[in-house]
């Protein structure tokens, strides 16, 4: 399956609360702080959400 390694690379001062948000839910807290998720539509759509503040690289997943 692929996977997506999602990276935070601007700050969340001054977002919405809303972006804020999904940025933690993705489990991003600090710059350039960065997770592996699974590839799936919920995920796309998060990350499409807050975009602007992001940089996406697909991982070979397992």
Known sequence: ???LKV???RSTI???ENHKRVV???GLRK???FRIHDDTP???GMI???SYLLKVEEVQGE
Do not use: D
């Open 31 to 33: 710059l350039n702080s």
């Open 48 to 50: 499409n959400k807050v």
């Open 14 to 16: 001054g977002r919405t």
């Open 1 to 3: 399956m692929k996977q």
């Open 42 to 44: 919920v995920i796309r």
């Open 24 to 26: 933690k839910a993705l």
């Open 7 to 9: 990276t935070l690379v």
